[in-house]
Nanobody, 111 residues
């Protein structure tokens, strides 16, 4: 199983980024997909999840700003992040089925 995340970077407060995660080695459409993040000195936390049926849930801290979506034919999950704030700075990780982890992608929000 491989999960390849991309799309992180440096953005100013109020800006936007879209993270992508491409999965291989599994039947993508059968798995829930999850984005987690870990800020320096903090525990890893769930940011957003989408079930194989498309149902979504979000951490309270990102509701209304982040959107998770999936494209099953492309084996890809996305995290659209709008109105980013400094507290969103973290390494973002893609997870499949609450089992498999990808490498992280750094998101830094700073002026």
């Amino acid at each position: 199983v491989q999960l390849q995340a991309s799309g992180g970077g440096l953005v100013r407060p109020g800006g936007s980024l879209t993270l992508s995660c491409v999965a291989s080695g599994t039947i993508f459409s059968t798995y829930a997909m999850v984005w987690y993040r870990q800020a320096p000195g903090k525990q890893r936390e769930l940011v957003a999840a989408i079930t194989n049926g498309g149902r979504t849930n979000y951490a309270d801290s990102v509701k209304g700003r982040f959107t998770i979506s999936r494209d099953n034919p492309k084996n890809t999950v996305y995290l659209q992040m709008n109105n980013l704030q400094p507290e969103d700075t973290a390494v973002y990780y893609c997870n499949q089925g609450y089992q498999y982890w990808g490498q992280g992608t750094q998101v830094t929000v700073s002026s």
